[in-house]
T-cell receptor
């Protein structure tokens, strides 16, 4: 069974520092990996989607890498701002599934605080 | 932009009441999902629908049912609300094909059952 882990659970950095968020998964046979942002009491916002054939995806200050063989993905946020404070979740789409349709497996998230 | 809306941001209900949570998406997506999110347990899938009137059970379907009469609308029903159903409920959708392609989430409904 796929397990998705995000360490650390919480992170605090001063404004301007680069953020590095980690996501690890136990089964390397994945279809895709998605990074989300969640503000307190709100829904999830999709940030980046990486297909299994890709090594990285970029959007503005965000860059996500994927290393399937080691079961890891990293989300980099350059030059952090207080507005980046949120919880960041990763989710893995299965490459093989016993269900007829499969489902995303979510990590528990990393809570980020960027201090001015 | 994809827009997924949920009928209520906050809801307070009494034990035993029948509760309806509504979700609407405006991008003609085939797939729709209901999750609940609890501290320490993360997101858990309740039900998934891949077409009108079609559904699949997720990880925790007990105590819930769903209805999808129109493509854009997916309802979650708590037949007899209980206090352990107090949670944040999140609806999501994606374009179809694979359930685990990019998903778009609504703003969530915080349900409290007293």
């Amino acid at each position: 069974k796929q397990e998705v882990t995000q360490i650390p659970a919480a992170l605090s950095v001063p404004e301007g520092e680069n953020l590095v968020l980690n996501c690890s998964f136990t089964d390397s046979a994945i279809y895709n990996l998605q990074w989300f942002r969640q503000d307190p009491g709100k829904g999830l916002t999709s940030l980046l989607l990486i297909q299994s054939s890709q090594r990285e995806q970029t959007s503005g200050r965000l860059n996500a890498s994927l290393d399937k063989s080691s079961g890891r993905s990293t989300l980099y946020i350059a030059a952090s701002q207080p507005g980046d404070s949120a919880t960041y979740l990763c989710a893995v789409g299965p490459g093989t599934t016993t269900d007829s349709w499969g489902k995303l497996q979510f990590g528990a998230g990393t809570q980020v605080v960027v201090t001015p | 932009d994809v827009k997924v809306t949920q009928s209520s941001r906050y809801l307070v209900k009494r034990t035993g009441e029948k509760v309806f949570l509504e979700c609407v998406q405006d991008m003609d997506h085939e797939n729709m999902f209901w999750y609940r999110q609890d501290p320490g347990l993360g997101l858990r899938l309740i039900y998934f629908s891949y077409d009108v009137k079609m559904k699949e059970k997720g990880d925790i379907p007990e105590g819930y049912s769903v209805s999808r009469e129109k493509k854009e609308r997916f309802s979650l029903i708590l037949e007899s609300a209980s206090t352990n159903q107090t949670s944040m409920y999140l609806c999501a959708s994606n374009k179809g094909g694979l359930a685990y392609d990019e998903q778009y989430f609504g703003p969530g409904t915080r349900l409290t059952v007293t």
